[in-house]
């Protein structure tokens, strides 16, 4: 099992910078690619950024590239999202998710994870 915490958060101007944490704790963490999805009240949740467990590949959506980075740091079991030029259009509530590998068939681009945080608001106003 995985617990999975997000922190970090909060309301930020348009084109300002924000970090997301995501502290997790159990022993398979480091054996867990990781996502970053978000979602807006009426909206489904959808896919933001993995890192596979390694840290060896990344992805993005298309929304994001270039101004968000994902990375992970498997010894303090922590996994970060670094957002720069924010835009009013993100945001949303940010969930930090795990899905222990190997995943077979399923997609690092789905929401078919094993474990999921309790989310962080992100407000960017304009």
């Known amino acids: 099992q995985v617990q999975l915490v997000e922190s970090g958060g909060g309301l930020v101007q348009a084109g300002g910078s924000l970090r997301l944490s995501c502290a997790a704790s159990g022993r398979t963490f480091s054996r867990c690619h990781m996502g970053w999805f978000r979602q807006v009240p009426g909206k489904e949740r959808e896919f933001v950024a993995y890192i596979t467990w390694s840290g060896g590949s990344t992805a993005y959506a298309d929304s994001v590239k270039g101004r968000f980075t994902i990375s992970r740091d498997n010894a303090k079991g922590s996994v970060y999202l670094h957002m720069n030029s924010l835009k009013p259009d993100d945001t949303a509530v940010y969930y930090c998710?795990?899905?222990?590998?190997?995943?077979?068939?399923?997609?690092?681009?789905?929401?078919?994870?094993?474990?999921w945080g309790q989310g962080t608001q992100v407000t960017v106003s304009s």
């Open positions: 998710a795990g899905i222990t590998a190997p995943i077979g068939s399923r997609s690092l681009y789905g929401r078919d994870y094993d474990y």
